[in-house]
C-alpha cells in the first residue's frame, strides 16, 4: 500500500509538470466553484481519481491506498462536485507540448481524426441517452453505447480533444468543433482521416478553417472522368494521380437547411487531388484504394509520400488500444450521464499523462515516440517513488505481423450469458397441483 502511496504522490508530481495543484485551484475560481477547507479540494480529488484508473483500484479501497482518511461516499461526492468545465480547461492544457517539432512532417503538424466506442453500465438514463445496438434495444442484454470523436496529434499521440455522442447520431455534425481545435494548434496543419468523414461539406468547412486534409475516398465518390455531377476531372498530373473539382449536389442529413443554403465555406467548388494505388496483401487478392488531399502541388509533395503518409492514420487504432485496452476505458464505470462525461475526460487526461513521460523519454534515448512501450511508462508512473529519475523505457521492435483470421478457438466462461429480463429468469419454479 505504501508503494501506491507513493504513486499518488508520483503522479501529482508529474500533473505538475502540465499543470499545478494551484493553477486548478484557480481554474477552478475561475468558473465560480466554491469549497470549504478540506482533504479533498478538487485538485486532490483529480489526483485521486487519476491513481484509480491508473492503478484500477476500487472506489472502497481508494482511501487506502492513497492514505486519505476518507470513505467511498466521501470520494464519490468528491468527484460529483468537480465541474465537467474544469475538466476540460485540464484536458486541453494537458494536450499542449513544445516537443512536436523534430517529429513533423514536411513542416506540417499532423492530426489525426477518427471514432471509437466504449459501453456504459445499464442504467435507464444513459440508455435513454445514448442507446444500444439495433438488435438489443427494448431489451434487458447488451449495453449502452457511446460514441467518442477524437482529434490526436500524430507525432506524440497527445488526444487534444474528444467529443462524445449517442450511438445513433453522425460523426460529421462535430467535425467543425474539432477543425476549430485543430486550427489552433499551429499556422500548417494536415488532417489524416478515414473514409468515414469525407464528403463534400466537411472538406469545405476544413479548407474555410485553413487546414489541410488527406483522407481515404470511399469507391462511391471516386472521380473517373468529366460525366459525374458531383465532381469532374479537370487535369491528370501523374500516373493515378488526377486534379478534380467536387460540387455540392444534395443537403446531407446532418446539415441543416439554412445551414446548407446561407452563403460561406459550402457555398463553393473544390479543387482537390484524387490519387489511386494498389494495395498488396500476401495471400489476397490485389486490390485498389483511392486518397483524396487538399495537397495540390505534385512537384513538393509527391504521390507517393502522401500514399505512405496516409499509411501513419492506422497509428490512430494503437493509440486508441492504448486507451482502451491497457487503461481499461473499454467499459465505464460511472452510472450516470454526468459522471460518464467526467469520466472519460480524466482517462483522457491520464492518458495524455503517460503521453507526456513517452515524450520526455523519446528524447533523451533519441527515438520517436511511437516506439516506445506505452504499459512500460504506465509501469514507471505507477510504481516509482517521486523524485525518482526517468529511465530508458523498452522500444517495441518495428516488425510486420500477420494477420491471423478473427476467431476464437474456445470462448469458455465462467457463466453462461444473460439473455432475457434477470427477474424472469430469477423466479421460483411454479408448483403445479396434480
Request: hydrophobic share 40%; with cysteine.
Amino acid at each position: 500500500m505504501a508503494n501506491l502511496a507513493y504513486g499518488l504522490q508520483h503522479v501529482k508530481s508529474h500533473l505538475d509538470q502540465m499543470i499545478s495543484s494551484q493553477e486548478i485551484l484557480h481554474l477552478a475560481e475561475e468558473l465560480g466553484l466554491t469549497w470549504r477547507k478540506r482533504k479533498l479540494n478538487p485538485a486532490t480529488t483529480v489526483c485521486a481519481w487519476l491513481l484509480q484508473l491508473l492503478a484500477h483500484v476500487a472506489l472502497a479501497g481508494l482511501g487506502r491506498v492513497t492514505q486519505i482518511p476518507a470513505s467511498a461516499a466521501a470520494f464519490c461526492k468528491a468527484k460529483q462536485r468537480l465541474p465537467l468545465q474544469l475538466l476540460q480547461k485540464l484536458v486541453a492544457r494537458s494536450s499542449r507540448t513544445q516537443g512536436a517539432e523534430p517529429w513533423r512532417w514536411k513542416t506540417f503538424t499532423l492530426c489525426l481524426v477518427d471514432g471509437t466506442s466504449a459501453t456504459t453500465p445499464d442504467t435507464a438514463p444513459l440508455a435513454g441517452h445514448f442507446g444500444k445496438a439495433k438488435n438489443q434495444r427494448g431489451t434487458s442484454s447488451g449495453y449502452p453505447i457511446v460514441k467518442l470523436l477524437a482529434l490526436l496529434d500524430g507525432s506524440t499521440g497527445l488526444l487534444s480533444k474528444v467529443i462524445s455522442l449517442p450511438s445513433w447520431r453522425q460523426e460529421p455534425t462535430c467535425l467543425t468543433r474539432l477543425w476549430a481545435v485543430a486550427a489552433g494548434l499551429g499556422e500548417k496543419v494536415l488532417v489524416l482521416g478515414d473514409r468515414g468523414l469525407v464528403s463534400f461539406s466537411p472538406m469545405a468547412l476544413l479548407l474555410s478553417q485553413g487546414l489541410q486534409g488527406c483522407f481515404r475516398l470511399p469507391k462511391c465518390q471516386v472521380v473517373k472522368s468529366q460525366r459525374r455531377k458531383s465532381g469532374r476531372l479537370l487535369k491528370r498530373l501523374g500516373r493515378q494521380d488526377l486534379l478534380v473539382s467536387w460540387s455540392r449536389t444534395t443537403c446531407p442529413k446532418w446539415m441543416s437547411r439554412p445551414q446548407w443554403e446561407a452563403p460561406g465555406p459550402v457555398d463553393c467548388t473544390l479543387i482537390l487531388r484524387q490519387i489511386a494505388f494498389r494495395v498488396y496483401r500476401p495471400g489476397y487478392r490485389v486490390t485498389w484504394a483511392w486518397i483524396i488531399t487538399t495537397l495540390l502541388d505534385p512537384t513538393h509533395y509527391p504521390a507517393q509520400e502522401l500514399i505512405e503518409l496516409y499509411g501513419r492514420r492506422w497509428q490512430v487504432e494503437v493509440y486508441f488500444r492504448d486507451l482502451k485496452q491497457t487503461l481499461k476505458m473499454k467499459a465505464l464505470t460511472c452510472r450516470t450521464l454526468a459522471g460518464v462525461q467526467k469520466e472519460i475526460l480524466l482517462f483522457v487526461l491520464l492518458y495524455n499523462l503517460v503521453r507526456r513521460v513517452m515524450l520526455q523519454a523519446a528524447v533523451h534515448q533519441g527515438t520517436t515516440p511511437n516506439r516506445l512501450s506505452f504499459i512500460d511508462a504506465c509501469r514507471w508512473l505507477l510504481w516509482s517513488s517521486p523524485g525518482t529519475p526517468l529511465p530508458a523505457l523498452k522500444i517495441n521492435a518495428l516488425r510486420i505481423r500477420p494477420a491471423p483470421p478473427r476467431r476464437l478457438k474456445s470462448t469458455r466462461t465462467k457463466y453462461p450469458p444473460l439473455h432475457g429480463h434477470r427477474p424472469q429468469l430469477t423466479r421460483p419454479p411454479c408448483s403445479v397441483k396434480l
